[in-house]
Each structure stands twice: as structure tokens, then as C-alpha cells.
Nanobody
Framework: VQLQASGGGLVQAGASLKLSCAASGRTLSHYTVGWFRQTPGKEREFVALISSTPGRTSFGDAVKGRFTVSRDNAKNTVYLEMNSLKPEDTAVYYC????????????????WGQGTQVTVSS
């Protein structure tokens, strides 16, 4: 499965952004889709996931209450909506898929998109 993450950009603190993860080659609804982020010198951090079981979502502690994740099966796309952005949310954001029902471990994800840069200024 090929994944294309998009929607990143430069915003001010408090703003919102909506990232997209579009898939080709496979039906995305058959997989759990995770979002991770990474800054230079650090390991990838779990942000959110939406499982192949409809409606099940999970979020990292740093983003709970501010980010939401959703699917549009007709568009074979998963979205990460980020609200009340903070400078510490600055990172490259990646989407990835796993056949597991849910996992916050990056090593469990077999396919990754190329990443999209999110920069939040103070």
C-alpha cells in the first residue's frame, strides 16, 4: 500500500491544521492507520490511530483533547485534525498502517507515508 501524507504547513500557536493520509493500492478501511511525529534526534512519537474496527480511536497523551482522527472510506483517506496547536507540536508527521487492531508502537507499522512538516510558531 502506498501512503501520501499532506496538509502540513506553518501556523501560529492556537491555530488548526488538518492532515490527510491518502492510500493507493489497498483499501485503507481494512487497516489500522496510525499517525506519528518526529523531530530531529528523537524517536518517532505516537500521535493517534484509528482502527479497522469502526469508531475506535486512540491518542497520545500530548495531543489528547486537541487532535481528532477520522476516515473517509469513499476517498480511501484518513484525516488528522489538529486544534489548539502548540510550538511543541512542531514535527514531521507520518501516517502508517498496520494489520494489528491497535498499536502505539512504530515498529508494528509496516507501511509508511513520506511525512509532512508541521511548524507551529509562538
Amino acid at each position: 500500500v502506498q501512503l501520501q501524507a499532506s496538509g502540513g504547513g506553518l501556523v501560529q500557536a492556537g491555530a488548526s491544521l488538518k492532515l490527510s493520509c491518502a492510500a493507493s493500492g489497498r483499501t485503507l478501511s481494512h487497516y489500522t492507520v496510525g499517525w506519528f511525529r518526529q523531530t530531529p534526534g528523537k524517536e518517532r512519537e505516537f500521535v493517534a490511530l484509528i482502527s479497522s474496527t469502526p469508531g475506535r480511536t486512540s491518542f497520545g497523551d500530548a495531543v489528547k483533547g486537541r487532535f481528532t482522527v477520522s476516515r473517509d472510506n469513499a476517498k480511501n483517506t484518513v484525516y488528522l485534525e489538529m486544534n489548539s496547536l502548540k510550538p511543541e507540536d512542531t514535527a514531521v508527521y507520518y501516517c502508517a498502517v498496520t494489520e494489528l487492531l491497535a498499536s502505539a508502537w512504530a515498529d508494528h507499522y509496516a507501511y509508511w507515508g513520506q511525512g509532512t512538516q508541521v511548524t507551529v510558531s509562538s
